[in-house]
């Protein structure tokens, strides 16, 4: 059965009219209330379509009428609603003021977005306007960041400058020894001369300062394993003592 609903609109100048839309029928659930206008659209009083597909099947009971509201939603109502909420975001957005400069229609034609489900979950795209919509919407290209029914849209160049820049790798250690290993923090040459001031101490007894350059305790380290081998050769044989005789 038809059922008139007269709907309060706010015109472009700021007034406000009261103008009848015809329904065919209405489903209420939780405080919210979808309505099948006579031009096929399930959606508010207002003739504003359904937020997503979630809102029909909680709202629109199982059965014939669920069937037409779904065909409907997967036909036009999809798209309907991305663009129209979209475009009350864009109004929305511009009134606050976070709108960009003014742009060329290459440059806007040129933008690209990001797509991240309202829903949750990861960004998928970045998307050219023709991969998603028939038209460019009004707001394409000229906001940062969008929130509509569905997906929050974030504009790849504005993506990428927030983005936290990429860490360096860490260094790499690979076919280094325990012994050779530099110690965290220290680079090779660093580990190097801690060592050698370590091996001159436990192997020669000698005791150099804690800031000796490693020339110097390279230095050091040759001239004890130069003296070692020089002293290390086979000792000169010791003449016998004559043996005594008795008289």
Do not use: C
């Amino acid at each position: 059965m038809t059922q008139k609903l007269n709907v309060i609109v706010r015109g472009p100048n700021g007034a406000d009219t009261i103008v009848q839309k015809l329904v065919k029928r209405a489903y209420t659930d939780n405080g919210t209330t979808l309505y099948e206008h006579m031009d096929g659209t399930w959606g508010y009083k207002n003739a504003a379509p359904a937020r997503s597909v979630e809102e029909i099947q909680s709202v629109v009971p199982a059965g014939p009428h669920r069937v037409r509201a779904m065909a409907w939603w997967h036909r036009v109502g999809q798209r309907r609603a991305q663009a129209y909420y979209a475009d009350l975001a864009a109004q929305e957005a511009a009134r606050i003021g976070d709108f960009t400069a003014e742009r060329s229609d290459s440059e806007l034609d040129g933008a690209l977005y990001l797509r991240i489900p309202a829903a949750g979950g990861s960004a998928d795209g970045p998307f050219a306007w023709t991969e998603l919509f028939a038209q460019r919407p009004d707001w394409w290209g000229q906001f940062r960041q969008l929130k509509a029914a569905d997906y929050t849209y974030t504009r790849v160049d504005d993506a990428l400058l927030d983005a936290p820049p990429a860490a360096d790798p860490p260094p790499t250690t690979a076919g280094l020894t325990a012994a050779t290993q530099p110690p965290p923090g220290d680079d090779a040459e660093e580990a190097e001369r801690k060592r050698l001031i370590r091996l001159l101490k436990d192997k020669y007894d000698i005791t150099l300062h804690a800031n000796t350059g490693i020339g110097k305790v390279r230095a050091a380290l040759a001239e004890e394993e130069a003296g070692q081998e020089a002293g290390s050769g086979t000792p000169a044989e010791t003449p016998a003592e004559p043996e005594a005789k008795e008289f």
